[in-house]
């Protein structure tokens, strides 16, 4: 037995250390989470009024924190002149100051549609709503977005038709807040997200009504990715 006391020996400890390096494998394996993310929804500016002819400047919101961030901007169409489409601009800072020009677009030029509601019971989560003439302008045209003036400005809000029966019109999404009978609609909002570079530290959104007839609406909002 001596002469096999020294194999049995060296066996017995590469036994012992495969199970420990199997355990110690399947350990780590099994207490490793699996990666998750954290977002952040912020408004920047709620939906709000520019008259003819006004450059809006919007919040700074800081995005020092943030690894990957979109700002996701509206306009709506709110006059029955015809309009020339605004002009949007995304700037970026290092301090909300000293302010760099990320992204420059134009908006739809064109003369909007209006109606009202004629709905009395335009509840928040409703996946419907009716309109006095759903079949003037776009209404009922699927997947056009378009435009609830709230009189709670802040409060207004932009939906997408799905279908159109008569003047009912089924939405993509349900209605995010409740509206009162009567208020104006419009047939048109313009949208874009915009992707953030990482290394910037605030952002914001330049609204130019640049023309000298026709009012809109507007709104930016932001995602930012903080934590993995």
């Known amino acids: 037995m001596k002469k096999y006391a020294g194999k049995i020996m060296q066996f017995t400890l590469i036994v012992l250390v495969c199970i420990c390096l199997i355990f110690v494998s399947t350990t780590s394996h099994k207490a490793q989470a699996a990666p998750t993310m954290t977002t952040a929804f912020d408004?920047?500016?709620?939906?709000?009024?520019?008259?003819?002819g006004t450059l809006a400047v919007g919040n700074a919101e800081d995005i020092s924190g943030s690894y990957k961030t979109i700002v996701y901007i509206e306009v709506a169409l709110t006059d029955t002149d015809a309009q020339a489409g605004c002009d949007v601009i995304v700037e970026i800072s290092y301090a909300?100051?000293?302010w760099i020009t990320?992204?420059?677009?134009q908006g739809t030029a064109e003369t909007p549609a209006t109606t009202t509601l004629n709905d009395a019971a335009a509840n928040a989560a409703d996946t419907s709503i009716t309109l006095t003439d759903a079949t003037t302008g776009d209404f009922d045209v699927p997947s056009r977005k378009w435009f609830i003036v709230d009189g709670t400005v802040a409060n207004s809000e932009s939906v997408k038709t799905q279908v159109n029966a008569t003047h009912t019109i089924t939405l993509c999404q349900d209605l995010l807040r409740s509206h009162a009978n009567s208020l104006n609609v419009w047939d048109?909002?313009?949208?874009?997200p915009v992707n953030i570079p990482l290394g910037a530290a605030y952002v914001r959104v330049l609204v130019n009504n640049t023309d000298a007839d026709a009012g809109v609406h507007w709104r930016s909002f932001v995602s930012k990715t903080s934590a993995l």
């Open 102 to 105: 990320l992204v420059e677009f």
């Open 188 to 192: 048109r909002v313009d949208d874009w």
């Open 96 to 98: 909300a100051d000293d």
């Open 43 to 52: 408004t920047i500016d709620a939906w709000q009024a520019l008259v003819a």
